[in-house]
């Protein structure tokens, strides 16, 4: 499951994933893991939860645009491209190291 940016998430999936934790009998961590959560974000769901006020939470938070989640699917690719970029070039190097002549062992 893809992270949402900014930590924005709707009412209905705050409560399912508080639903895993106290209903479904999976750990805090354990759930935050499957659904891409911070642990500690899931725990403060579950507590208000536990306590009837999880319809409170996230109130100040405005639902993100079509365009903003776009542009953090784009940000997140570009970052992950750069880091396969870099590896392929690491990759180049060292093979192109060892076809050089004389650099065999």
Known sequence: MERIPYGRYTQEF?????KMVTEGGMSVPEAARKLSLPPQTLANWVKAYKAGKLGDVGKSYRPL?????????TKK?????????EILKKAAAYFAKESLPGTRK
Do not use: S
């Open 14 to 18: 705050r409560e399912e994933a508080a």
């Open 77 to 85: 690719e570009l970052t992950e491209a750069k880091m396969e970029l």
């Open 65 to 73: 645009t079509a365009i903003e989640m776009e542009l953090a699917r």
